[in-house]
T-cell receptor, first 111, second 115 residues
Framework: RKEVEQDPGPFNVPEGATVAFNCTYSNSASQSFFWYRQDCRKEPKLLMSVYSSGNEDGRFTAQLNRASQYISLLIRDSKLSDSATYLCVVLRSGSARQLTFGSGTQLTVLP | NAGVTQTPKFQVLKTGQSMTLQCAQDMNHNSMYWYRQDPGMGLRLIYYSASEGTTDKGEVPNGYNVSRLNKREFSLRLESAAPSQTSVYFC??????????????FGPGTRLTVL
């Protein structure tokens, strides 16, 4: 079983739609959680950190459920520019403190 | 600030050839990482350097070696390239001064094809 699992999609949604992505992680000792965005043939970039109480950044809302080991990302009022692959990322505990990446969920926002 | 830079951007090798991928960061970060990204597999860690002078294996280290030349530079070497090493390689860096939410910054990637 992969340490971080995501639905690969693709998700094709019309402009203005609300779309949600889910992610599960298997290591209960994981400490920190993030969503990264990766545009086609580009490097990943941090979209937002995910906090236990849930957090919002404009049209983006991230939620964490530690009991279920589940992370979500909600995008409201989708824009064409939101088209990208969204990577769920988990920080391993311990001295290594490495990031573990999901394989990503592809989103296309259609005009 | 240039952030994280990588050279070359593209490379084609024949099986058995060797090459070194270069990476440098100008953000005074402590930790540096090499990943490979293959379709459907996500980013997989090859090697990392938690701080200057240290290197450790990641998830997929076989066939690779690394050198943390100084705080800025972290190179990845393929001694004898194989077609299975065809991939996109990303270098990344992170401050890692104790903050779990330190942002990890990536370079633009090197697209490597081994024939």
């Amino acid at each position: 079983r992969k340490e971080v699992e995501q639905d690969p999609g693709p998700f094709n949604v019309p402009e203005g739609a609300t779309v949600a992505f889910n992610c599960t992680y298997s290591n209960s000792a994981s400490q920190s959680f993030f969503w990264y965005r990766q545009d086609c043939r580009k490097e990943p970039k941090l979209l937002m950190s995910v906090y236990s109480s849930g957090n919002e950044d404009g049209r983006f809302t991230a939620q964490l459920n530690r009991a279920s080991q589940y992370i979500s990302l909600l995008i409201r009022d989708s824009k064409l520019s939101d088209s990208a692959t969204y990577l769920c990322v988990v920080l391993r505990s311990g001295s290594a403190r490495q990031l573990t990446f999901g394989s990503g969920t592809q989103l296309t926002v259609l005009p | 600030n240039a952030g994280v830079t990588q050279t070359p951007k593209f490379q084609v090798l024949k099986t058995g050839q060797s090459m070194t991928l270069q990476c440098a960061q100008d953000m005074n970060h402590n930790s540096m990482y090499w990943y490979r990204q293959d379709p459907g597999m996500g980013l997989r860690l090859i090697y990392y350097s938690a701080s200057e002078g240290t290197t450790d294996k990641g998830e997929v280290p076989n066939g690779y070696n690394v050198s943390r030349l100084n705080k800025r530079e972290f190179s990845l070497r393929l001694e004898s390239a194989a077609p299975s090493q065809t991939s996109v390689y990303f270098c990344a860096s992170r401050l890692l001064a104790g903050g779990d939410t330190d942002t990890q910054y990536f370079g633009p990637g090197t697209r490597l094809t081994v024939l």
